[in-house]
């Protein structure tokens, strides 16, 4: 039934005429009167923050206002060497916390080792009516090098940077739809993310290739699968130091440093051959990369499309890290995950916050960026493992989310902390016991 043609239900009609054209504050107001708002409620969707009114309604349509995360910085990062404060903007907590006593854990043994490939993006064109799929693969490929030159006049600066397209590859695809034409290009983007310039040369390629091969192009875009842009990292954490961390945390929490390990051994075993695990795995690992990309402006959606595509790549899904036990009985920890991010152009620059995160981020190349989100990734991944196969994961959770019930009780100043602490060890984190332990507090 649901895919009949309804009537509207109800009497309130989306279908705001020239929505687009009007002011941001007479779309609020119109927005305000369909959902019933009061003042306070409008005023929390029409507030412009850090970006400010003009670049705001420059970035999307219909633009109202802006939203608000937390922002705050997971710190012990040390990456080949070399020290990083490292941006997070999300609403959840506990991971900035776990990222960053995840990375403390794994300096004595130098931190992350990590590295990534050349900043090299795919771009797909489609081809169909071809008359022979197999004569338009070897036509194309026997013009690889001119197109190549075609797709560089593109984009001068990139090339000028030691970017441009390496490569054009042709390949027919049987579809349920009849052989097509695939045709892809191999763009290196350098510091950029790159799918403007990707999408930019493919357009550019395509009406050429069409009248080669005797077919019509169809879809010219980026893959977000960046299996040429992959980043890795590794890291060690000793298991003794695995083993002091629950004191020094003032858990009472004891198992021995070599249980610890296994433990965490078992867990990751579970997401390899299970994918239910794997996926929250994965999610875990992306708490922390996508919250950084969120921070430093970046296509978000691109990284959790590609890591998900990427862990799927062998037919199975799979987690994105992985974890072994070194001959001396610590704990090594590895992923390697596509990244598509940038430090020029879009949002990295327009977005005052996202600007000021990347200076105080300071990476120096996109490739250096991939790099911090591969050891942010298996440092998240690490620290929901330890949880996990130790005290759980509410013990960490607890004490931020008593804060947030305590002010949806309405505790407000000092007694913030003092219910959410009340809640804590009465080991009951709920609504209504915060109300009754703020009316006991208020006499
Ligand atoms: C919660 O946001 C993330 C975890 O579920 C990840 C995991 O289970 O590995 C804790």
């Known amino acids: 039934m649901i895919f009949m043609a309804e009537k509207p239900s109800s009497k309130k009609s ?3 005429p020239e929505f687009y054209k009007k002011a941001p504050a007479e779309r609020l107001a119109l927005v305000k009167e369909f959902a019933g708002l009061n003042d306070e409620e409008a005023k929390a969707l029409g507030n412009w923050g850090a970006l400010g009114e003009a670049t705001a309604k420059g970035m999307i349509e219909n633009t109202v206002g802006t939203t608000a995360l937390p922002l705050g910085f997971a710190t012990n990062f040390l990456i080949n060497g070399k020290d990083f404060l490292v941006p997070f903007a999300l609403e959840e907590p506990s991971v900035v916390a776990a990222a960053s006593n995840a990375a403390k854990l794994c300096r004595p043994s130098g931190g992350f080792r990590c590295e990534c490939d050349d900043s090299v993006m795919i771009g797909q064109m489609q081809f169909v009516n071809a008359r022979s799929a197999l004569a338009a693969v070897k036509k194309v490929n026997a013009a690889r090098d001119k197109l190549r030159v075609m797709a560089n006049e593109c984009d001068k600066t990139m090339c000028e940077r030691g970017g441009g397209c390496r490569d054009v590859r042709a390949r027919a695809l049987e579809t349920q739809r009849g052989e097509m034409l695939i045709v892809e290009i191999f763009v290196d983007v350098r510091d950029a993310m790159g799918a403007n310039a990707v999408n930019s040369m493919c357009e550019r390629l395509a009406p050429g290739i069409a009248e080669l091969v005797g077919g019509e192009a169809r879809l010219r875009i980026i893959s977000n699968l960046a299996t040429r842009r992959l980043a890795r990292a590794k890291a060690v954490w000793k298991a003794r130091d695995l083993e002091a961390s629950f004191a020094a945390a003032g858990s009472d929490f004891k198992l021995s440093g070599k249980e ?5 051994l078992d867990g990751w075993a579970f997401a390899a051959a299970d994918a239910h695990r794997a996926c929250t795995h994965n999610k875990g690992i992306m708490n922390g990369v996508d919250a950084v990309c969120v921070a430093c402006g970046q296509d978000w959606r691109a990284m959790e499309a590609g890591a998900h595509a990427y862990a799927s790549l062998s037919g199975k899904y799979s987690p994105l890290t992985r974890f072994e036990a070194t001959d001396k009985g610590d704990l090594v920890g590895f992923i390697e995950i596509p990244v598509q991010v940038g430090i020029v152009g879009g949002a990295s620059r327009t977005h005052p916050t996202a600007r000021a995160c990347l ?13 911090v989100l591969a050891a942010v990734g298996l440092a998240q991944n690490f620290a929901a493992l330890r949880a996990l196969a130790t005290e759980g994961i509410n013990k960490g959770h607890m004490a931020l989310h008593a804060r947030n019930i305590a002010i949806l009780a309405g505790a407000a100043g000092d007694e913030i902390e003092l219910v959410a602490s009340r809640l804590v060890d009465a080991k009951c984190v709920k609504v ?6 703020l009316e006991q ?3």
């Open 260 to 264: 610890i390990v296994e433990r965490i």
């Open 359 to 371: 200076k105080v981020l300071g990476v120096a190349s996109g490739r250096e960026f991939g790099e």
């Open 432 to 437: 209504d016991k915060a109300r009754e332990l």
């Open 14 to 16: 989306s279908a705001f």
């Open 441 to 443: 507090i208020r006499g």
